[in-house]
């Protein structure tokens, strides 16, 4: 009945278990987040510091999602296609960003994809720019950074595609 305990006891649980450390190869863990992290401070080294950050956020109510639903089902029901028509955007921006130099000539970047509170998507994206391309004045970053709410009377459709509630309030 008490096989065990004696020694136990001796033991002060120091002798049981065994410390397993994952690999940097098994993604998520610890050593995987420290190597991507010495790996981005690398990038800062050899280039300079980031020029610019960017978040893109997943919209449920992206028209491709939006499309995609059956009679009486909601947006969050459809968690894998939010993440597929997220993903699209966001290499369809990445690319727009590294060949089409939307926003100039960039050096190097890093990004990454997380999800919080509602479960949606959305991803972090630091751009390291050549020199020139740098934004160094307002008037430069007025031309890259823009938000306002369309007229009503001037832009009907985009007024109506996104009132106030939701730039405050996101679904």
């Given at each position: 009945?008490?096989?065990?305990?004696?020694?136990?006891?001796?033991?002060?649980?120091?002798?049981?278990?065994?410390?397993?450390?994952?690999?940097?190869?098994?993604?998520?863990?610890?050593?995987?987040?420290?190597?991507?992290?010495?790996?981005?401070?690398?990038?800062?080294?050899?280039?300079?510091?980031?020029s610019l950050f960017?978040?893109?956020?997943?919209?449920?109510?992206?028209?491709?999602?939006?499309?995609?639903?059956?009679?009486?089902?909601?947006?969050?029901?459809?968690?894998?296609?939010?993440?597929?028509?997220?993903?699209?955007?966001?290499?369809?921006?990445?690319?727009?960003?590294?060949?089409?130099?939307?926003?100039?000539?960039?050096?190097?970047?890093?990004?990454?994809?997380?999800?919080?509170?509602?479960?949606?998507?959305?991803?972090?994206?630091?751009l390291i720019l050549?020199?020139?391309?740098?934004?160094?004045?307002?008037?430069?970053?007025?031309?890259?950074v823009c938000a306002?709410?369309?007229?009503?009377?001037?832009?009907?459709?985009?007024?109506?595609?996104?009132?106030?509630?939701?730039?405050?309030?996101?679904?």
């Amino acid at each position: 009945m008490y096989q065990g305990l004696t020694e136990t006891l001796e033991a002060k649980g120091n002798a049981y278990g065994k410390n397993v450390v994952l690999p940097s190869t098994f993604i998520g863990g610890p050593c995987a987040m420290l190597q991507i992290c010495q790996d981005d401070m690398a990038l800062v080294k050899s280039y300079g510091k980031p020029s610019l950050f960017i978040t893109i956020n997943a919209n449920p109510k992206w028209p491709e999602i939006i499309n995609c639903l059956k009679k009486g089902e909601i947006a969050s029901d459809l968690t894998d296609i939010i993440t597929r028509v997220f993903r699209m955007k966001l290499d369809f921006l990445l690319q727009d960003l590294t060949t089409k130099k939307q926003l100039g000539t960039i050096v190097s970047y890093v990004y990454t994809i997380e999800f919080h509170k509602r479960g949606l998507p959305h991803s972090h994206i630091i751009l390291i720019l050549v020199d020139n391309s740098i934004p160094r004045t307002t008037s430069h970053i007025d031309t890259l950074v823009c938000a306002e709410i369309p007229n009503l009377s001037e832009e009907k459709q985009l007024f109506w595609f996104g009132d106030i509630n939701d730039a405050a309030h996101p679904v």
